[in-house]
C-alpha cells in the first residue's frame, strides 16, 4: 500500500474495498549474490587502472573497432545486444485500424462487447478482497484458481480439474505437458482454454490503492487525451499512438469513450525489452465523482500474429475525496514473455515488480506533486534564497524535460538503435547516435548517448544518497576532478527533502565559476534516479529569469536504480542494486552514421572508469568501516 498519505488507508484493505464497492453497486447491478560482479558486466578487471590503450590489448582482431549505424545489431538476431526486437508486429497499427474500418459496425461491436466485459472485470478485480486476492500485509497476489474461476473460459472439464485440485484428488488428472507423449490413464484430454495455450505468456498481476492530491476530472483527462497519458507516465512510456476514437463521450467529459490505441513501455535500461501493446480503453462514469477507465488487448479478437505482450482487463478506478483529492484503486494485469529480459535484470522482472500497478501509480504521486510544486507561490531554497516565481516554473519545466529526455534515450525502445561496443567482453555497453546539433563556425556534430547497466551489493537508497549529494561528485566524475562544487539553489518537489531540482555550481579556483549543472533527484517505492547536465551561465541566467525552457540545449546523463530483487512484503531496502549508467555528450568526429574507433575507445573508457569509480567508493567506504571497527 501507498504511505504517501498519513490519514489515507489507517483502515484494513478489505473495510476500504468494501466501501467502494458499496458506492458502485447500482452501476453493477446495473448492467553469488553479494558480489559486485562489475567485471563480467563490463569486460575489464576492475583492479586493473583502464587506460584507452588497454582497450585492445587481448583482442585477436587487431584493426581499430568503429560502430556504423547501417550494421545495427537489429539485423542480428544472435546478437545479445538486440534487445531492440524486430518484432513481427511492426505494421499491426495499420492492420488493427483496417480490421476496424471494414465491416465497421461487425468489428465496432465485438470490441464495445469486450470493453463492457473488460469493464466489469476490472471492477470485481479493484474492488473484491479475498479470496480473489491473497493479502499479506502491505502485498497483494491474485490467486490463479479463483481467476479463472470467476472469469476464465473455462469448460466443464477444466473445472472438474480444479475442483480435484482443490480437494486432493488427483486421480486421473490429465498431463498438460504439451511436449510430453506419454500415455495417460485416462482417455479424454480436455482441451485447454485458449488462454492458457499461450505458450512462453507469464502472468502478471497487482493492484495498488492510493490517495492522490487531485480531482477525478484530471486523472481521467491525462488517461483519456494520449499526449498527456504520455508525458504523466514518461518514465514507464515510450511510445503511445491513438488508432481510432470508435465512442465518443456524453455530456461533453469522456463518459462512454472507447478509443483504439498503442503503447510501448519501457525498462530505464537498455537490456530489458519493451512491451508493446494494441489495445481498446474504455471510459465510463460509474457513479457521482467516480470514473473507470479500462484497457484490454485486441489478440482474442482479430488473427495477428502471435504477441509478446497481452494486456488483460487492466485499468483504475476513480472516486473524489474531500480537499479536492481522490482515491485510485489501480490494476494491473498482464501476460508477457520475458526470455529476452537479460540475466541481470531477470528476477526483478519476472516478479512483476517493473511493471506493477504501485509503478503506475509512483508516477501519478509524482505528477501531482509536480504540479503542486510548480503552482505554488513560493519555494524556499538553500540558505533561505527564493527563486522568483517565473523563474522556478522554468527551471521545473527545464529539469522536466531534461527527465523526459533522459528516460527515452536509456531505453530499448523500438527508435533508439543500439550497437554493442564491437570490444571483447563489452556487449552490455550499448551506443547509438541521436541526430546531429549545429556548432557555429563548424559542421554539425553528432550526439551519441551510451549507457550500460550493472549490478552493486549496495543499498539502493544508499547508492541514491551518494550518486545525487555534491560532496562526493568528484569521487565518480573524472572531469569534475580538483574542482569545487556547490549546490547554489534548489526547489523540493514534494514531501521528501530528497526529491528536488538543484542547480549545482562548478568552480575551478574559488574565484572562478567554470559552469552550472541542472540536476534532478527523485525516489520512490520502485527505485529512484540522478539526472543532470551541463547549463553555461547564459542560458541558466535567463531560465532563472523566466526564460523558455525549450531554447536550451540538453543532453541529459545520469543513473537509474531500481532494486536487484523485489523489497520483501513490497517496501523497504533490498541489499543489492541494479544500476544504469548513461551519458550523452556531442562529437566532433562523429557522424549519425559512423562512430569511429577514437571516439569507440573514449565512450569504452568513461563508461568503464565511472562504473569502477563507484565500486571503489563502496569499497573504500567498506574497508574502513571494518578498520574502525577492528
Not at 153 to 160: G, I, K
Not at 205 to 223: D, F, K, M, Y
Not at 377 to 404: C, F, I, N, Y
Not at 416 to 428: S, T, V
Request: charged share 20%.
Amino acid at each position: 500500500m501507498d504511505k504517501h498519505d498519513d490519514h489515507f488507508l489507517d483502515k484494513d484493505v478489505n473495510s476500504e474495498l468494501r466501501a467502494m464497492a458499496i458506492f458502485v453497486e447500482g452501476f453493477r447491478s446495473s448492467g553469488d549474490e553479494n558480489a559486485m560482479d562489475v567485471s563480467g558486466q563490463l569486460g575489464f578487471e576492475p583492479d586493473v587502472n583502464i587506460g584507452v590503450d588497454d582497450v585492445h590489448q587481448n583482442d585477436e582482431d587487431t584493426s581499430s573497432p568503429s560502430l556504423s549505424v547501417r550494421a545495427s545489431p537489429q539485423d542480428s538476431p544472435d546478437s545479445r545486444a538486440s534487445t531492440n526486437v524486430r518484432s513481427d508486429q511492426m505494421n499491426r497499427a495499420s492492420d488493427l485500424l483496417m480490421a476496424v474500418s471494414v465491416s465497421a459496425d461487425t468489428n465496432k461491436t465485438r470490441i464495445t462487447d469486450l470493453a463492457s466485459s473488460a469493464m466489469e472485470e476490472l471492477l470485481k478485480m479493484a474492488l473484491e478482497g479475498e479470496p480473489l486476492w491473497h493479502i499479506d500485509g502491505d502485498t497483494e497476489s491474485l490467486n490463479g484458481f479463483e481467476y479463472m474461476k470467476e472469469f476464465g473460459s473455462v469448460d466443464a472439464t477444466l473445472r472438474e480439474i480444479m475442483r480435484m485440485v482443490e480437494v486432493g484428488d488427483p486421480q486421473c488428472l490429465p498431463n498438460l505437458e504439451p511436449n510430453d507423449e506419454s500415455p495417460s490413464e485416462c482417455t479424454d484430454r480436455p482441451m485447454l482454454p485458449k488462454e492458457l495455450e499461450e505458450e512462453h505468456l507469464h502472468a502478471e498481476a497487482s493492484r495498488q490503492i492510493g490517495l492522490v492530491s487531485t480531482n477525478p476530472a484530471s486523472v481521467v483527462e491525462w488517461l483519456m487525451d494520449v499526449n498527456q497519458w504520455s508525458l504523466v507516465f514518461a518514465n514507464i512510456i515510450s511510445r503511445a499512438n491513438l488508432l481510432q476514437v470508435l465512442s465518443t463521450g456524453v455530456d461533453g467529459n469522456y463518459d462512454g469513450t472507447l478509443q483504439l490505441m498503442t503503447v510501448e513501455l519501457h525498462l530505464p535500461t537498455a537490456l530489458v525489452p519493451t512491451r508493446e501493446s494494441h489495445f481498446v480503453r474504455y471510459c465510463k462514469q460509474l457513479g457521482y465523482g467516480t470514473w473507470g477507465v479500462v484497457d484490454v488487448s485486441l489478440e482474442n479478437l482479430f488473427p495477428y500474429p502471435a504477441s509478446r505482450f497481452r494486456r488483460r482487463p487492466s485499468g483504475c478506478l476513480i472516486q473524489g475525496m474531500p480537499e479536492g483529492c481522490s482515491k485510485v484503486i489501480w490494476v494491473e494485469h498482464v501476460a508477457v514473455d520475458n526470455r529476452l529480459v537479460q540475466s541481470i535484470y531477470r528476477p526483478l522482472v519476472i516478479s512483476g515488480f517493473t511493471f506493477s500497478a504501485k509503478r503506475w501509480f509512483a508516477a501519478l504521486i509524482r505528477h501531482c506533486q509536480w504540479l503542486a510544486t510548480l503552482r505554488a507561490r513560493t519555494a524556499p531554497t538553500h540558505d533561505g534564497v527564493l527563486l522568483p516565481q517565473a523563474g522556478r516554473e522554468s527551471l521545473l519545466k527545464l529539469a522536466e524535460r531534461m527527465t523526459r529526455s533522459f528516460w527515452g534515450d536509456i531505453s530499448a525502445c523500438n527508435e533508439n538503435q543500439w550497437m554493442p561496443l564491437p570490444i571483447r567482453g563489452a556487449e552490455d555497453i550499448r551506443a547509438m547516435t541521436k541526430g546531429s546539433i549545429p556548432v557555429p563556425g563548424m559542421p554539425p556534430s553528432s550526439k551519441i548517448v551510451f549507457t550500460t547497466s550493472i549490478r552493486l551489493a549496495v543499498p539502493p537508497k544508499r547508492l541514491f544518497d551518494f550518486l545525487r549529494d555534491e560532496n562526493s561528485r568528484t569521487k565518480w566524475d573524472t572531469r569534475l576532478f580538483g574542482h569545487i562544487i556547490r549546490e547554489l539553489a534548489y526547489v523540493i518537489n514534494g514531501n521528501n527533502p530528497e526529491n528536488r531540482v538543484s542547480i549545482l555550481q562548478v568552480n575551478a579556483t574559488p574565484e572562478e565559476v567554470e559552469i552550472f549543472y541542472l540536476q534532478e533527484s527523485f525516489s520512490d517505492d520502485i527505485g529512484s534516479y540522478v539526472i543532470y547536465a551541463p547549463v553555461d551561465a547564459l542560458a541558466m541566467s535567463g531560465i532563472l529569469n523566466g526564460g523558455s525552457p525549450e531554447i536550451v540545449n540538453i543532453l541529459p546523463c545520469g543513473f537509474s536504480i531500481l532494486p536487484d530483487r523485489p523489497p520483501l512484503n513490497g517496501h523497504g531496502d533490498v541489499p543489492g542494486s541494479l544500476l544504469t549508467i548513461a551519458f550523452h555528450i556531442i562529437d566532433l568526429a562523429s557522424t549519425e552514421e559512423y562512430i569511429p574507433p577514437e571516439s569507440v575507445k573514449t565512450i569504452f573508457k568513461v563508461i568503464a572508469e565511472t562504473a569502477f569509480l563507484i565500486k571503489a567508493a563502496f569499497t573504500s567506504d567498506n574497508v574502513q568501516g571494518n578498520l574502525a571497527g577492528g
